[in-house]
């Protein structure tokens, strides 16, 4: 800094550097040489203090910039508008490779993709226009937060200060949460969530697509005879052979429990759907073997297109769904495309679903009673009890139509268990009025037999009515006793030990094997009336008839045919040996009160 003092002192330099030209040789200028440097030398000495001074600023700066943990850089243009690092430091800086001595002067092209350096040349042009601006990016797998903050010198922006933290544990925790709200925890597949923003966004392109609505066929009796952890191990294997048949472009969701959808994107032809839900109902079906145990599943597809079957996200799911829910109700087991007409089917079953509810508190079931007649004299020698319903408005409703609502909603349960009450009650009521005593059957469902404490409750059930066990014969389908094989066993034993008779319906209709049979407690065999209606006009059927009773004899059980219409098939019976009969040819099932005129009668069949 030259101040009043130091002009003064300059200008005498000078002046005595002008006599030492002057008298150059002469004896006076070595006198003038000292003076000039008593003069100049308290400057030298300031300048060397000042250079020392920044000597030490420039260091401590250097070190500065080396301790900062993150990055800070600066940004320049040069003549041609082309950015430049004119600094790069911190220690973030030296970790990621990118410092002032590697990157000053060059342009972002040299340093970058092509895609990284659009990317921050967009971001630092807003800056030098003047935008303090924050981002996110990603730089070598690894993610940043960098604010750009513009430098000003004269109205003009000369430069742009950035500062980047590296934010990837954050980052990364987001992503998981993302995922975790996204994605389904066992399966991990998209959920629910992301099902419905997905489909938003595909019909917002107008682009055609296509989803399926998957449901797995009572999947609530693995859980319930097998524990939830199996179960678990069964979606996780359904899910993956429903991606086995999926192509690269579609995607899987589980919306929960026994839910999944599959989304197909681009235009699909009926024929094209119809034979990927035939390939993934067919994967499905596949044995499963689980805890010692083989067993099968099957499930019911739904399938809806865009845009026909529904302009939006959610009344597309909806029309899948509905189609499901129809597949279900019409033999399971298969894929259906959505039809309008079915909306008014599923209401009433969602209605009917209410309904039933309802029916079983204010008692507006009841028991029909369809006797059991033996082949050889036509004496009535038992009854099934069938439950009927009669609804407020609608009137009588078929059980074919609520049942399968009741195994779906899981009201089952406690519609088995009303028939059971009200079964053995009414017989014990007909008891103690004295009629001969009759064995009342009574069917459960797959879900009652397997549960491990339906003995029991059916132990609860006789002594609160008081009725023998030897009057109590329990009916179980073929299939429901295949699917937790040695529990059904042991709860059939409990039952036979206190001396309660076990039949197996609709035999013929399912897959248990002879062996298995042989194991079963059983008493009685009832062949299915599918088999028994054509043995008249199906040499094969009648085979099968023959075959079954054969069977049974060499098992030492009893048959019991069903749905016998006519004298001619009860001849067929009687020439095989069949033991007992049940169908309209003798009596169509009857409400208490006319049941128990035959009771009274002790009607026979002549």
Request: net charge negative; proline share 3%.
């Amino acid at each position: 800094m030259v101040n009043k003092n130091t002009q003064i002192d300059l200008e005498r330099i000078t002046h005595i550097c002008a006599q030492l030209a002057f008298r150059a040789g002469d004896s006076d200028s070595l006198s003038l040489l000292e003076e000039v440097k008593k003069i100049t030398f308290p400057y030298i000495k300031e300048y060397e203090e000042l250079e020392a001074s920044r000597v030490l600023q420039i260091q401590e700066f250097s070190r500065t910039l080396e301790a900062i943990v993150n990055v800070v850089f600066k940004v320049k243009k040069n003549e041609g508008q082309s950015f430049y690092y004119d600094l790069f430091e911190g220690k973030l800086a030296k970790d990621i490779g990118l410092t002032t001595d590697l990157v000053k002067g060059k342009n972002l092209e040299e340093l970058f993709t092509y895609e990284q350096a659009a990317f921050f040349r967009q971001k630092y042009a807003l800056a030098f226009s003047g935008d303090t601006i924050s981002y996110k990016h990603q730089y070598k797998g690894r993610y940043f937060e960098t604010t750009l903050s513009p430098v000003e010198n004269n109205g003009e922006i000369v430069e742009v200060i950035g500062s980047s933290v590296e934010v990837t544990s954050y980052e990364e925790a987001e992503q998981r949460l993302e995922h975790m709200a996204s994605h389904d925890h066992l399966t991990n597949l998209p959920n629910r969530n992301r099902l419905q923003k997905d489909l938003t966004n595909s019909s917002s392109t107008g682009s055609p697509f296509t989803i399926i609505f998957c449901n797995l066929d009572r999947f609530k009796y693995v859980n319930d005879t097998m524990g939830h952890i199996a179960g678990d191990q069964v979606l996780l294997l359904v899910a993956e052979r429903i991606q086995r048949s999926l192509s690269a472009k579609d995607q899987l969701y589980r919306l929960g429990g026994d839910e999944f959808v599959v989304c197909l994107k681009g235009m699909h032809t009926q024929s094209e759907i119809a034979k990927l839900g035939k390939e993934i109902l067919q994967d499905i079906r596949l044995p499963i073997n689980l805890l010692g145990r083989q067993f099968f599943i099957t499930a019911s597809l739904g399938a809806a297109q865009y845009p026909k079957d529904g302009p939006s996200a959610a009344r597309l799911l909806t029309s899948a769904e509905v189609a499901m829910h129809f597949c279900k109700q019409n033999g399971r087991q298969n894929l259906l495309f959505y039809l309008p007409n079915m909306n008014k089917h599923y209401e009433t079953v969602i209605t009917l679903e209410g309904d039933l509810r309802q029916a079983l508190t204010l008692n507006e079931l009841y028991l029909h009673y369809q006797p059991k007649v033996d082949v050889r004299t036509g004496y009535i020698s038992g009854m099934e009890a069938l439950v009927r319903w009669k609804h407020p408005k609608r009137g009588s409703v078929s059980p074919a139509e609520f049942i399968p609502v009741a195994e779906e909603t899981g009201l089952i349960n406690q519609l088995d268990e009303w028939v059971l009450k009200e079964a053995c009650r009414q017989n014990q009521e007909w008891i103690e009025l004295g009629y001969a005593p009759e064995r009342v059957a009574v069917n459960v469902s797959a879900n009652e037999i397997q549960r491990p404490d339906f003995s029991e409750n059916v132990r609860s059930i006789l002594v609160e009515s008081m009725m023998d066990p030897q009057y109590l014969e329990i009916e179980v389908t073929e299939n429901s006793v295949m699917r937790n094989t040695e529990q059904c066993i042991q709860t059939m034993q409990n039952l036979k030990s206190m001396g309660v008779s076990l039949s197996i319906d609709d035999f013929g209709t399912g897959y248990s094997s002879l062996s298995y049979l042989r194991q079963f407690p059983i008493h009685y065999l009832k062949i299915d009336q599918a088999f028994i209606k054509r043995v008249l006009t199906d040499p094969s059927d009648a085979e099968m008839v023959k075959a079954m009773l054969q069977l049974a004899e060499a098992f030492k059980l009893e048959v019991v045919a069903e749905g016998i219409e006519d004298q001619e098939v009860l001849d067929f019976l009687k020439e095989n040996e069949c033991a007992y009969y049940q169908g309209y040819h003798f009596s169509k099932p009857l409400p208490p009160h006319e049941m128990e005129k035959l009771l009274i009668k002790k009607q026979t069949y002549s």
